[in-house]
């Protein structure tokens, strides 16, 4: 009888903490695209306006960098750290993502865009997403004897920033919790992060930030015995092509950083070294690239 109470009791607990982090998980996904809906639309506004300007808007990216770099180096704090930061909470050092992190992430890809950088939106939403998150993860982490609550909150922050930007509720669930954590933590962060994921792709769908989708033209009916091989092959090709970028990423910048230590003398060479390139290409690989990303699927040359 009394294993019988027992194994009611565990049961009962369990029952009631998922019940609770789903529905905590809804919050911070409603929570979270809010931030999210003001930081897409100040990037769909901030790109027609360089669209209409693009020579301008080149010539004041170096300055553009300066202002970037002061704001960092003035405010920025453990925030500097951008997605290593996120990994180092989860693992429980440092124990905190500053509130400004929401602030300086979406303030400076705007800066950043405005003046024509290429810089993607996927780490600045998680960033976003995490340091929302985070919040609840603390406030209840005092309140609520359960295990691992503030990385369980980490994980459904990410995966609430990112579809409420892209509107992509399963890759975003996919994405927070192959990232970031392994092992039983993954089955019990799952259910919060669906429900923060839906919540967050449907709020924003709602206030009129919808997914980008493209439109793929089949020349040839689609079978697997028939593609097999040239997925596989692509594959292979992706990942080489991603491990490359990767390890010539951290060359560049370790080559760049030893060469330029000081920070805002090296964006003001390099921001000017790109404007440069930029003007030259005619703008074709500034700003977001969703040109170029769309000209292969309407059969345009890129």
């Known amino acids: 009888m009394q294993n019988f109470h027992r194994f009611l009791s565990a049961h009962s607990r369990a029952a009631a903490e998922f019940v609770f982090l789903s529905g905590a998980g809804v919050l911070i996904g409603l929570s979270v695209s809010l931030f999210e809906v003001l930081f897409g639309y100040g990037l769909i506004l901030i790109e027609q306006w360089r669209t209409a300007f693009p ?43 500053p509130r400004r992190t929401v602030f300086l992430m979406t303030v400076c890809t705007w800066l950043s865009r405005l003046a024509g950088a290429s810089v993607g939106r996927e780490g600045v939403a998680v960033q976003i997403g995490a340091a929302v998150s985070w919040q609840f993860g603390h406030f209840f982490h005092k309140k609520l004897d359960i295990e691992n609550i503030r990385t369980i909150f980490l994980v459904t922050g990410m995966a609430a920033g990112f579809a409420g930007l892209f509107g992509t509720p399963f890759s975003a669930v996919f994405f927070a919790l192959e990232v970031l954590v392994a092992g039983t933590l993954k089955y019990r962060a799952m259910a919060p992060a669906i429900c923060a994921a839906f919540s967050a792709s449907w709020l924003s769908a709602r206030l009129g930030l919808s997914a980008e989708g493209y439109a793929i033209r089949m020349l040839l009916p689609f079978s697997i015995e028939t593609f097999w091989l040239p997925l596989l092959m692509m594959g292979l090709a992706f990942g080489l092509a991603g491990g490359l970028f990767a390890w010539g990423l951290r060359r560049v ?18 921001g000017t070294v790109l404007a440069c390139l930029m003007i030259l290409t005619g703008g074709r690989y500034a700003g977001s690239g969703a040109a170029l990303i769309a000209a292969p699927f309407a059969g345009d040359p890129m």
Not at 67 to 88: H, S
Not at 254 to 263: L, Y
């Open 55 to 97: 020579l301008w808007t080149f010539l004041v990216l170096p300055l553009a960098g300066l202002l970037v770099v002061w704001l960092f180096q003035k405010y920025g704090g453990l925030a500097c750290k951008g997605m290593n930061l996120i990994f180092e909470v989860s693992q429980g050092k440092p124990e905190r993502i």
């Open 253 to 270: 910048r370790k080559t760049v950083t030893d060469r330029f230590p000081d920070p805002f003398r090296r964006i003001l060479i390099l």
